[in-house]
Structures are given as C-alpha cells and as structure tokens.
C-alpha cells in the first residue's frame, strides 16, 4: 500500500487558524458505521450519543510553552523548542534549535537574566540537539518555559514572536482536564479541546464513566508519511502512562457490555499498545514507549467509538482513522476521504483548532 493513497487536496482556508470562540460550539461531525450515515451535529450535542453503557477515556497530558526565543552572544537569533529532558536534575534537554547550522556543538545561547545555554551534542538522524542549561532565576527547565515560553503551535498555525494572541493559545491549546502534574507534551491531544466542565459534568450525570491516561504527545506526530510503501514507514515513540483503573475498565468492558469510547487517537494509541504487549491487567500503572503504528486492515482490540480532529494530508493519523471506519480491511480509506470531501464542502474547520468527528 503506497503513501500517496492517503493523500488528498486541504484547502488552506479550511485550517482553522484560532479556536471556536466557545469549545464545545465547535461542529461535530457524526459517523456511523453500521448503518453508513453521516450527521452534522454540534460538539455539545455529544451527550445525544453517549450515555451508561459507556466508558470514555481521554490523555491528561498538558502542554508544556515550550517553544523559548533566545539570542547567541553575536546578537543572532535563536528559536529553542524544548522537546524532552535527556537528564531533567542537571538541566540537560534535547531541543530543536533555529537556525540549527550556526548552532553546532559548544555554541553558546541565552536571555539576559534567564538563562545560558550551550549545545553539548547533535543527533544528526534526528536534527535534535543536547543542551544544557544555566539557570538564573528558576528552579527547572521546566519552569523556566513555563515563565518564558510560548505554546509550540503546529507549523501551520500562524503566529511569530510578537503574537499577542499567546496568552489565548496557553488557554486554549490545552484541554480542561490537563493535569499540572502530567506537563509532558510537545502538541495538545486535540480532540479533547473542544470538551468543557459543563460538558464533562452532563457526561457524568448521565452515566459516562471516565478514565485518565497520559500519553507523552511528541513533535512525531507530526511527521508525515515518507514515500513508499506504507510499512516501510518509521514510526515515531512516545510514552504513555494506563493507570491500574483505566487498565481493568478496558478489559472488563466486552463482559459488561460497556463501550469504550476514545478521546483523541493519542488515547486510541496508548490503549491498542497496551492491549497489543500487556497479557494482563497490572497492579501498578502501565509505562511503555507506544511503537505501534496502525493502518488498514488492522483491527481494533479496546476502542469501540472514536472521538477525533481532522487530520493532515498523508500523515499517520490517518492510516488510523481509516482503519477505524473499516476494520480488518482498507474500505475504510476511501470512506474516509469521501466523509473529508463532505467536511471540506461544508466548511468544516481542519487540524488542531478545528472541528471534531465522532465515530460510532
């Protein structure tokens, strides 16, 4: 199966640039499987769908303003994206740095006050480099990007240094059930942006039970398919985190009778790797690196109904969404591209602001 089949034209109006002015005002596009309909709905009507047979499992995962502006001692300008510690105790993270070219081992960075940094070393494969950081005022890297940083908005989400919309992105690049203790993200789970308090207390009331997992969303997802083949494809890592509640709802679901519902393909991920290497429930909550990367005709082992954004042309999320559709087969891809026609024609908003889809 080639790359080029999961392309297709997105116009660059229908990238939603800002989020809804309300989250759950947001469309909400409605899939059915069995019955092969479509519905155009409102994300707050989510509640017409789901009720207490289900189980909705959503990534706490929040966003760290990763994304800091130095300058070199010349005065040249850095852009340094934080993307994971490599050793959090001695400030030591690996980075994407613009422009990397002037910025090789030993070179040297800063903001007056805040910080020096120097690049210790350059993964070349990766185009990411080691850095370690001299702080001045703050107790961790972390909290330094939390004073200092701007959110680490995909590329094609238009904003530069200046951008005074920043302090709206820190709100609304981050979902309402973010926990502080699980700043961990380079990109926002996007689907869960558009779930509000309201929102999420209505679910409760009607007896939708959910279950917190984080998984550690990297700038991987992102990446797009390389030509070829399909399989052939590297597939980024990412860690994720499936708590001892979380991993016995999963398993007990099909003897209940209980569907379980996904918030977000990062939630989708961590679910179908745990299943795919965890025998059994644990007593301790389940940490891997999730390397599984789905496409058709994989079939689904612990999501049942799908909650997801619309995705990049040619990324791997859509393998994903796709197999979802139509399991077991590749019906699903071209359903999946007629359904983005639909979306496209009425104005649907695209990627990490836009609107969402539900699939049943």
Known sequence: MDASIFDYDLPAERIAQEPAKVRDASKLLVVNRQQGSLEHRSFRDLPDYLGEKDLLFRNTAKVLPARIYAARPTGGQVECLLLRPANAASNRWWCLLRPGRKLPPGSKFGLEEQFEAKVMNKNDEAHEYLVHFKLFKHASVAALAADQGKMPLPPYIRRDKHDDRDSDDKSRYQTVFASDNKM???????????????????????????????????????????????????????????????????????????RRVCVGTTSTRSIEDYLTHAKAATNDTWLREA??????????????????????????????????????????????????????????????????????
């Open 291 to 360: 390397d599984i990367f789905i496409y058709p005709p994989y079939r689904f082992l612990g999501v049942d109904a799908l909650i997801t954004n619309f995705h990049m042309p040619k990324s791997t999320l859509l393998c994903l969404v796709s197999s979802f559709l139509s399991q077991g087969d590749t019906d699903g891809i071209d359903w999946l591209k007629e359904i983005y026609a639909e979306a496209i024609a009425r104005e649907y908003r695209f990627l990490s602001y836009g609107d969402a889809m539900l699939i049943l």
């Open 184 to 258: 961990v993200a380079a990109a926002a789970p996007t689907a869960g942006l558009h779930f509000t308090p309201e929102l999420n207390q209505k679910l409760k009331s009607q007896g939708v039970e959910t279950f917190d997992l984080t998984l550690h969303v990297g700038m991987g997802t992102f990446k797009p398919l390389e030509e070829g083949e399909i399989a052939g494809h590297e597939i980024h890592r990412e860690l994720y985190e499936i708590p001892v509640e979380a991993q016995a709802a999963l398993r007990s679901a099909p003897t209940d009778g209980r």
